[in-house]
């Protein structure tokens, strides 16, 4: 992987609600399918909760929830604390080795350190996480904050492709994605006019299905055949 300094969400932080609120995802449907998924379970954890907008969602849909949130960037951590104020606890940390000393019932990661890939063909785990140490790591990090028998949710998202999409504010984005091997490099791009006023670089890993379902056993997970997964995949603690 190249360029691995900006895997932090730097840059991006500033224009990242600009983009993703501008038809870029559907915080709607994610938080219907992840409002089936937690149930009547309030000790939840947000892994990569970024701006936090959709654990302000969540909270507002079910405000009995404690939430906590982690995240290893600042600038998006920034955002998540104007929004969330002090509903929710929020802490600056790495999935690979954080320890808040604390267990949940539910975590879920939306498109935050992990998710699957839908890509027609098949299933994959996109990771943030270069290292597959790091990865199986992060997922044992996971199940030490989980209660026997609570669930660990990823969601679902299409495959990653070269597009362009006129933001909210009147900014106009451009993403490139370069494959390679063992995952893809996407660049984003946010140009005002003819300048570029915004422009970070992100790496991603990809693994196949069966690594994903290898390292999440090794971590003490199995797939959660009871819950409710529309555009979802549900592991629960062993
Ligand atoms: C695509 S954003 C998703 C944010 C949020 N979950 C959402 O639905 O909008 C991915 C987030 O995961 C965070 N992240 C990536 N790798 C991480 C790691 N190793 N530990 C903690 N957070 C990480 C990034 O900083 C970023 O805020």
Known sequence: MKNKKSNK???LAGLYDDLVTSGYYNY???LEAMLRVIGPHTKVLDLGIGTALLAERLLTARPEIL???????PDMLQHARQRLSNCARLY???VVDFDLGEIFECAFSNSGI???IETGEELLLC???DKRTDNEQGFERVAAHLCPGGRFVLNVQGEHRNMELEISNGVQYQQVVYHHQDGFTK???FKRGDELSLHQTLDFRI???EEADEMLYQAGFERDLTAPSVGLHVFRKR
């Open 67 to 73: 939430l906590t949130g982690i995240d290893f960037s």
């Open 187 to 189: 660049e984003y791009y």
């Open 9 to 11: 969400y730097k840059e």
């Open 92 to 94: 600056e940390a790495n």
């Open 127 to 129: 990771s943030h996480l």
């Open 114 to 116: 992990w998710n699957f």
């Open 28 to 30: 709607e449907s994610m």
């Open 207 to 209: 693994f196949s299905l």
